[in-house]
Structure formats: structure tokens, C-alpha cells
Antibody, heavy 125, light 111 residues
Framework: EVQLVESGGGLVKPGESLRLSCAAS????????MNWVRQAPGKGLEWVSS????????YYADSVKGRFTISRDNAKNSLYLQMDSLRAEDTAVYYC??????????????????WGQGTLVTASS | QSVLTQPPSVSGAPGQRVTISCTGS?????????VHWYQQLPGTAPKLLIY???NRPSGVPDRFSGSKSGTSASLAITGLQAEDEADYYC???????????FGGGTKLTVL
């Protein structure tokens, strides 16, 4: 079964850092681009970042550029999101999602499937 | 304000047909970028519903269909069922922003 499981969320103060992880199983992780999408409480989906299969291509939304860093470890079948200088407006459930087809560079017009269950990040004083 | 515009809410009685629109512009849907749709049941993660404008993944009932024309796309649901009550999101790419974009979401209520 193809599965994505996020972890690492929690409550932090504005200005602090947090690192999210996404553990993948059931497919050849190194063959797929991966993505982070977030959803603020009661709001819609917002794309955050994408990374290609070999980490050669990386993309960020303007809202997180310079503060968040996406990375992956294909040997560990894991995706990461390092979040620095967190702001109150970063409060959201963060989902990892796989590009549905293999061999893409990420950050483009591909659909996402599957999605993880999400992990909640709360930045509040 | 989302780049892709969806109605905040739609509703219909069981058995009826509803459509959800996703309106974009010449830099996304109108630029021939595909539109994808996701269903998000309450308290759960989004689930792929339609990809490439009109294609259903295996397991998605044929009551769900997608279409695209010009700068807009639509999701149609026929034979509404109580279990269809959820939030629905469209998804595409914008060449002006060079970003993946989502619609603001539409809450479907089954009356």
C-alpha cells in the first residue's frame, strides 16, 4: 500500500524553527517528485514547496521563500521541510503529497496522489 | 485571494446534479494547463478525484466528471449522495507566477 506519514508538527513561538518529516512506503520513493501543501484552520489548500526526485529542482511559494527549506533522503524514503522564522500565519496542517507520475521535475502541472494525513503546526506566543 | 476562483458553497438534494466551477485566466487554465480536482471529507486529507481535466482514478465513481473550456473548468456530480458532502478543490499551474495553484475550495452540502 502506498503511504505517506507526516510527523514533527507542534506548538512553537513566532520566530522559532520546526522540522517536518514525511515517511514514504509502498512505492519507489526515489522515482517521484514530492510536495508540501498546507491548510490554515478553516481555510483552503496552499502549495508550499516541491522537490524533484534527485533534488535537482526545488520550488517554493513566495510566502515561504527564504524561510523554509525542502529536502529529501532517498536512502531513508523520507521528505523534510525545515521551517525557520515561523510566523503566526504559518499556522496550518501541513500535508506531504506525491507527484502522481514518475520522472517529473516537480513544481509543474502534475496532480498529487497520494497525500499524507497531515501534521499540525501552530506558531503562537 | 486565490488565483483560481471557486464558489464558496453549493448544495443539492440527494439524487440531484450539481456543478462546481473553477475560473482561471490566460496564464493558467487558459494557457492549456490541466486542471485536477480533490475531495476533502471533514477531518481528512484531500483525495484525488479527477486528473488531467476529465480523468477519474480507479475507485472514483462515474458520478464524478470533469470538463474544461477556455479559462474555466467544472466538476459535475450526478446522483448526489449524503457521503458526497465535502470540500472540493481545483488545482492547476500558473505560468505568470511559476507556481502550483489551488482554488479557494467549495463546500458541498447535501440537503
Amino acid at each position: 500500500e502506498v503511504q505517506l506519514v507526516e510527523s514533527g508538527g507542534g506548538l512553537v513561538k513566532p520566530g522559532e524553527s520546526l522540522r517536518l518529516s514525511c515517511a514514504a512506503s509502498g512505492f519507489t520513493f526515489r522515482g517521484y517528485s514530492m510536495n508540501w501543501v498546507r491548510q490554515a484552520p478553516g481555510k483552503g489548500l496552499e502549495w508550499v514547496s516541491s522537490i524533484s526526485s534527485s533534488s535537482s529542482y526545488i520550488y517554493y511559494a513566495d510566502s515561504v521563500k527564504g524561510r523554509f527549506t525542502i529536502s529529501r533522503d532517498n536512502a531513508k524514503n523520507s521528505l523534510y521541510l525545515q521551517m525557520d522564522s515561523l510566523r503566526a500565519e504559518d499556522t496550518a496542517v501541513y500535508y506531504c503529497a506525491r507527484d502522481a507520475i514518475t520522472g517529473t521535475t516537480g513544481g509543474g502541472n502534475n496532480w498529487f496522489d497520494p497525500w499524507g494525513q497531515g501534521t499540525l503546526v501552530t506558531a503562537s506566543s | 485571494q486565490s488565483v483560481l476562483t471557486q464558489p464558496p458553497s453549493v448544495s443539492g438534494a440527494p439524487g440531484q446534479r450539481v456543478t462546481i466551477s473553477c475560473t482561471g485566466s490566460s496564464s493558467n487554465i487558459g494557457a492549456r494547463y490541466d486542471v485536477h480536482w480533490y475531495q476533502q471529507l471533514p477531518g481528512t486529507a484531500p483525495k484525488l478525484l479527477i486528473y488531467g481535466n476529465k480523468n477519474r482514478p480507479s475507485g472514483v465513481p462515474d458520478r464524478f466528471s470533469g470538463s474544461k473550456s477556455g479559462t474555466s473548468a467544472s466538476l459535475a456530480i450526478t446522483g448526489l449522495q449524503a457521503e458526497d458532502e465535502a470540500d472540493y478543490y481545483c488545482h492547476s499551474y500558473d505560468s505568470s507566477l511559476s507556481d502550483v495553484v489551488f482554488g479557494g475550495g467549495t463546500k458541498l452540502t447535501v440537503l
